[in-house]
């Protein structure tokens, strides 16, 4: 059984969400870390501070590793000492098989080689951009959940999700999120300029589209696909 996971890829494909999924299935405490937080003059001390108040069972996630674990070459003295005292807690911690890490990045080639052997984070995921069924899956979960506080649907009940889905091609999560976001606040400001109520005036098929187009334009998305080194 691995002692940690590393989930690497592009920024914006769920990396985060991932590590969420697993603390959920798993029923046990879900610690988030940044590990921009231990960059610094202060770095030791606050790493010495976040793991003093790690519980056990539980999973440590930690986001944007490659702040703390980047190769040695690239690291000043200071921020070597950091990454060692951070192996060292992890090694800590590890040994007791109580705590599972989780450490996310979106390049892999950066990272230290101490920081991958075995023992710590043993199992490698490459977390790519979401195929069309799993970009249909994302659609209908930030639909689903967007209603008024009285519980009223701010989307029309007959989404073609398969048709936004074949629309946005090497959208992440992120931009997904980020359409759904916009497309309320059209809404909410088109209710409210108008003086209209909300039934009779849903967002429909038809208004994802059109912002689909405007964001692809804005973001410069490419429908052709994009690689990613790993």
């Not at 690291?75 to 992890?90: A, C, E, G, P, R």
């Not at 909410?188 to 187009?213: P, V």
């Amino acid at each position: 059984m691995p002692k940690g996971i590393l989930l690497y890829g592009p920024p914006g494909t769920g990396k985060t969400l991932a590590a969420k999924v697993i603390a959920n299935e798993s029923g046990i405490l879900f610690y988030m870390l940044t590990a921009k937080d231990f960059v610094g003059n202060l770095g030791i001390e606050a790493l010495e501070e976040k793991f003093s108040k790690l519980q056990s069972p539980s999973i440590v996630f930690i986001d944007e590793i490659d702040a703390i674990g980047q190769k040695r070459d690239y690291l000043n003295s200071y921020d070597i000492k950091v990454l060692n005292t951070f192996l060292q807690k992890m090694d800590g911690f590890v040994s007791s098989e109580d705590i599972f890490f989780v450490g996310a990045t979106n390049n892999i080639n950066i990272l230290d080689e101490a920081l991958l052997r075995a023992g710590r984070f043993d199992l490698k995921i490459f977390v790519d951009y979401p195929d069309l069924k799993g970009r249909e899956e994302i659609f209908k979960i930030y639909i689903n959940k967007s209603k008024t506080k009285n519980g009223e649907r701010l989307f029309v009940k007959n989404i073609d999700y398969k048709e936004i889905s074949l629309q946005t091609e090497n959208f992440v999560g992120a931009d997904i999120k980020e359409l759904i976001r916009r497309l309320k606040q059209n809404l909410t400001l088109k209710i409210i300029e108008n003086n209209l109520n909300l039934k009779g005036n849903e967002i429909t098929s038809g208004d994802i589209l059109i912002e689909i187009k405007n964001y692809k334009k804005e973001k410069n998305i490419s429908p052709k696909k994009i690689g990613f080194e790993a």
